[in-house]
């Protein structure tokens, strides 16, 4: 399986953004899809996930209420919007195509190669 994920940048506190992550080489349905994030000098952790059917989702306490994943299987692609951003939201966010909902890395077969997100005052 192939991520790539795509849609970050530069963006005022506040402001928004929508990133995606096309997987292909594989039949994307029947996984879940996760996102994660590393700011500099942190560890990467988990931001969301979502079940191969959309209808399962969990958040990280410290987005919940500002960013929405959804999913399009029938464009192999999976879907994160970022509202309200922070400072704190600056970060290289991946994608993670895996065989369970999860909040831990473990759960995760494969990595996209990350999109930046930078937020401003």
């Known amino acids: 399986v192939q991520l790539q994920a795509s849609g970050g940048g530069l963006v005022q506190a506040g402001g928004s953004l929508r990133l995606s992550c096309a997987a292909s080489g594989r039949t994307f349905g029947w996984h879940a899809m996760g996102w994660f994030r590393q700011a500099p000098g942190k560890e990467r952790e988990f931001v969301s996930t979502?079940?191969?059917?959309?209808?399962?989702?969990i958040y990280a306490d410290s987005v919940k209420g500002r960013f929405t994943i959804s999913r399009d299987n029938a464009k192999n692609t999976v879907y994160l919007q970022l509202n309200s951003l922070t400072l704190e939201d600056t970060a290289v966010y991946y994608c993670?195509?895996?065989?369970?909902?999860?909040?831990?890395?473990?759960?995760?077969?494969?990595w996209g190669q990350g999109t930046q997100v930078t937020v401003s005052s």
């Open positions: 979502i079940s191969w059917s959309g209808g399962s989702t």
């Open positions: 993670a195509y895996g065989t369970r909902i999860a909040r831990d890395m473990s759960a995760y077969d494969y």
